[in-house]
């Protein structure tokens, strides 16, 4: 039958010859089986299995036209596994594929961590030598810069590679902000650009997960830092408490070159950089998941070479679920503010 792939027809299997000889033989005189259907099932000149079917009713025959219905059962059910088989297989390659992009992605933006420590240890190597303070503290301050994008890298890839839910408690986002605040200040002056606040001191606690929450605001702050011009730079970071949606709004407005429209609606995907090597693409797909692990809901305007908005909503209730979908566009749903330019009545 596999040799000459071809179906069988047997009306007595106990006197058939085929079946003469062996354990095969002897199973089917013990089990005493009269008519016998066994079909090849074939998928691409390959034989895949077998559809046998038997009985033991001495008066029962099967027919040449119930053969045929097996055989085109079994035609059907080759091509169903087959399909499983290359549904499976190209699974297996699309993973393969992604993996072997998030390395790519993942070696450009690390290879530039390393290099600028290397650099910086090179200086502060130069100033031991001389004994020169002022050279050792600049190469440290190169160091020391690399080693807070390798230590960024690190927790955002593992909060994006891990599912968790929220730990959540009441928190002050006002201490949470201004923390973050501090943090960055560093690398605004730097770049000499103005990071402007304006945080209410009304708003209440709003149970979130600390840490998530804090990555969040990190993220997108950095990010809006990173996108403007040195020099000309200007960040306006804005929070208040919305009482007729029971959210905290969070506004990080940058007058930065804006993001190109063919971009917008891929700037949370994972590892898409408009930075190209000097970013890993994974801060706001982090803050986006973060704020999605909230129930909450994140928004981008972004208008070509006048900047960009990214408002953060986060509900009081977390119950309640806002969905990040549809949330890229030019404006604000609802006339809100221009980019670069908080809102203010959030």
């Not at 559809?51 to 001495?58: G, K, L, N, R």
Request: hydrophobic share 40%.
């Amino acid at each position: 039958m596999i040799s000459n792939r071809e179906g069988i027809l047997c009306t007595n299997a106990m006197s058939d010859a085929r079946f003469a000889g062996g354990a095969q033989s002897d199973s089917i005189h013990a089990m005493g089986l009269q008519s016998v259907i066994c079909v090849p099932m074939i998928a691409r000149e390959a034989v895949l299995g077998v559809i046998y079917v038997d009985c033991a009713m001495a008066k029962h025959v099967y027919t040449e036209e119930q053969l045929r219905l097996v055989a085109s059962i079994a035609q059907m059910a080759a091509l169903a596994v087959e399909d499983a088989r290359l549904v499976k297989e190209r699974v297996r390659t699309e993973r393969l594929a992604a993996a072997g992009e998030t390395v790519a992605t993942l070696s450009h933006y690390i290879k530039n961590i390393l290099q600028g420590m290397k650099g910086g240890s090179d200086v502060v190597t130069l100033g031991l030598r001389g004994s020169n303070l002022s050279t050792v503290e600049q190469g440290w301050q190169i160091v020391d810069r690399n080693l807070d994008k390798i230590y960024s890298l690190t927790m955002n890839m593992l909060a994006f590679a891990k599912r968790r839910e929220p730990r959540l408690a009441p928190v002050q986002l006002k201490s949470l902000i201004q923390d973050v605040l501090k943090l960055v200040q560093r690398r605004a002056d730097e770049k000499g650009v103005q990071l402007n606040s304006e945080i209410s001191d009304t708003m209440p606690p709003v149970v979130v997960d600390e840490n998530g929450i804090h990555q969040v605001v990190m993220n997108i702050v950095v990010n809006a830092i990173d996108a403007v011009e040195r020099t000309t730079g200007v960040v306006n970071v804005k929070a208040d408490f919305d009482p007729s949606r029971q959210a905290a709004i969070l506004n990080v407005g940058d007058n930065g070159p804006g993001i190109p429209e063919e971009a917008r609606e891929k700037i949370f995907d994972a590892f898409y950089s408009t930075k190209g090597h000097g970013g890993t693409g994974l801060g706001l797909a982090v803050a986006k998941k973060i704020v999605d692990e909230h129930l909450g809901k994140i928004e981008i305007a972004s208008v070509t070479n006048h900047g960009t908005l990214i408002r953060v909503i986060l509900p009081a209730d977390p119950k309640k679920r806002l969905h990040s979908d549809g949330t890229h566009g030019p404006a604000m749903p609802g006339g809100g503010p221009g980019p670069g330019q908080p809102d203010e009545d959030a």
